[in-house]
Each structure stands twice: as C-alpha cells, then as structure tokens.
C-alpha cells in the first residue's frame, strides 16, 4: 500500500497535501443521515458491517479524500466491556459508571474481540472496497479519555471523577489505566489484522489532565500500547491526537513512539513547526467552525495552514470533527484550495 496519505505518514514531503477530516462521514451528509435513519441505534449501526462500510465509503466517493476512517466509535470499547453504552438523542452517550468499584475481569477481556468482530469484517471490506492509492484508518480512543466515560457515565464538563481519582492517586485509576491500554491495544489489532493501513488514537479530552501528569496518564499509555502493537507484529504507522494539551505536545511528540500528531486548531503551526520534531508527520488543523463560515475567511485560514506546514510533511485535517452544520459546497471548496484547483 503507498498513497499520498501513507507515504506523508511515513515523512515524505510530498508535492501534494493528503487530506481527510476528522467525522468525515457523519450528519452533514444527506446520504448518511439516510442510512442512519435506517439504524435507529447508534451501537448496532456501528455493528453492522454493510452499512458501516457504506457510510465510510460516501465522503471518499463524494470528495475523494486520500484516506478513509472505518465508522466506528471510540466507546465501542466501553460497550465491548459490557458497560451498558447507549446514545439518548440530544444527551450524547450515556453508559454504567464504574465510581461503584466494580472491575473489568480477565472474561470480559477475553470475550472482548469476539463482540467486536463486525468491526473488523467492515474494515476487511472497506479495504477490498476502496482503491489502492486510499488509506484506511482504524481508530480507538486512548486511555484517559475512554476512562472519562467509564468514570462519568456520559459526557462531562469539567471530568470531575476522573480528576478527582487522578488527584486520590486512587489504586483502582492505575488499574484502569492499565486494562483500558490492553484492551485498546487488542481493538487496534483487531483492526490492524483485518486491514486497516493506519491506526489513530484520539485523545480528545487529554487537555483535563493537570500538566505534571501528562506523562503517566497521556504519554505512557500511548506507549505501551504501540508496545503492545509492536511486540504483536502489528507494523501500521500510528498517530496520536491529544486534543488541547498546547506546550504538552512537544513532550507528547519527543517521548512518544507515534508517526503521527494530531493538532487542534488552538495550537499556532508556525509554532508547531518550529518547535516539534521534524520526523513526526503533523496533522490538522482548520477550525471546524471555519467551514460554516466558508468564503474569504476559510480560504485565508487554508492559506495559512499550507504555508505554515511548507516543506514538511503535513496531512491536512481540521483541529477537531467537522460538525452537522457544514455546508457540502464549503467542504468542495476546501478540498479545492488544499488541492490548488479551482472550485
Ligand atoms: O468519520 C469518522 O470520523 C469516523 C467515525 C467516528 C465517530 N466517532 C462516529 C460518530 C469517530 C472517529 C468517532 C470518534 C469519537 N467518538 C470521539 C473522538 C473524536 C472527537 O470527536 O473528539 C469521541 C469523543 C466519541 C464519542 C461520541 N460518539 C460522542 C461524544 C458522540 C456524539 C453524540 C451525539 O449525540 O452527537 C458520538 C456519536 C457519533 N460517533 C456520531 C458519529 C457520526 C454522531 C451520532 C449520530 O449519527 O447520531
């Protein structure tokens, strides 16, 4: 498999920029809301190969992105461990505490693959489906923000029980810690061996995590776990998103073993570029919001990103899931002027 996608993962400075967007198949989409109508529940939409391939393969088939992302979601992990994950409309996901102290056994572990199989047989079929010169990228979340959801049974505002375990150096925080990175680690295998070319752990709630423990709970994990991949022959180049954690990146990127870095848009790329190491492909980051407004102000803020990136490897992406909101005709434009086409 080469590809522009592949090939800027793996620190070529191609003459073209890849790109893809993070939520790239989701409800700003017609044809996903569609399929989506068909599958009221969320968890067995996920779960369904053929339609999970289908709404992966419409934004390739619409824009022609350089890579793919296999439609999942990160708490298929949570689900997987029998947590009860389920999505309420207007209310995001909702799943089981585990504030009540109840564990993840070694059974649960065991069976964990087993439940998640649909997610590989799509993935195997996405591949088969989609042209060489296409990545496609399977995902999980990493640790800390999988253990948010675990700790608060849904969305938060402030993490308030994980924070407060972090801070109680709580015993039953460094278990987690460590089964939630063996069970991530098993899922990305899973994915690996069914297809996937790339793998992408987003960390999208580590910017909750008081500095001085960035190290243990966002750094470490990511660690251990391309340790794990690696110990199992798993080879695919591997990119990291720790959303909002700003100076933490150029420690997440020295003592990291990722080919990638994933970079919100509140992070400054002439900064990035300066400071981050060169062998670390960086990727990001238009301001979702930047596509409802479209016109003049996005093309600059394009511009900018292009410029910024010049000369080294950059896939481009935006700074966090593009929302419901966009309109089609901004994302065609923005593909357009990434590409140096006129739309
Ligand atoms: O296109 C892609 O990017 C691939 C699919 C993908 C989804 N979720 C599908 C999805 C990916 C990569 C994710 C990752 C994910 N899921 C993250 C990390 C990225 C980020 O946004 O920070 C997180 C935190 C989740 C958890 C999650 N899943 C939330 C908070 C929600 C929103 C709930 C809501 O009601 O809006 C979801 C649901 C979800 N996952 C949707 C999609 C397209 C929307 C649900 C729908 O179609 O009804």
Known sequence: MTGLFLDTLHGQAARERPI??????????AEYRAVRASEPDFISFC????????????????????AAIIFSDILMVPWALDRNVHFVTGEGPKLDSMVRGDEITESLMDGMSDRLSP???????????????KALIGFAGAPWTIITYLLEG????DFATARRWLWENDKRFDRLLETVGRATADFLTLQAEAGADALML?????????????RKVVIDPVNSI?????????????????????????????ETDLQGVGIDHGVDLRWAAETLPSHITLQ?????LSLIAGGDAMACAIDDILDAM???????????????????SHVHDLLARVRGEDS
């Not at 893809?20 to 409800?27: E, K």
């Not at 997610?119 to 010169?133: F, K, N, P, S, Y």
């Not at 798993?234 to 997440?252: D, T």
Request: charged share 20%.
């Open 20 to 29: 893809w967007l993070m939520r790239q198949a989701g409800r700003y989409l």
């Open 47 to 66: 779960l369904n190969p053929e339609k999970a391939v289908e709404v992966t393969l419409q934004p390739i088939d619409r824009f022609g992105f350089d």
């Open 119 to 133: 997610v590989a047989e799509a993935i195997t079929r996405c591949r088969a489906a989609l042209q060489d010169d």
């Open 154 to 157: 849904g969305s938060s505002r």
């Open 202 to 214: 987003f960390d999208s709630w580590a910017s909750a995590v008081p500095a001085h423990l960035r």
């Open 226 to 254: 391309i340790g794990m991949l690696r110990d199992r022959g798993v080879k695919q180049p591997v990119i990291g998103f720790p959303k909002g954690i700003g100076e933490g990146l150029v420690a997440y990127c020295n």
């Open 284 to 288: 990001g980051n238009l301001d979702p």
């Open 310 to 328: 010049a000369g080294r490897p950059h896939i481009f992406n935006l700074g966090h899931g593009i929302t419901p909101e966009t309109p089609v």
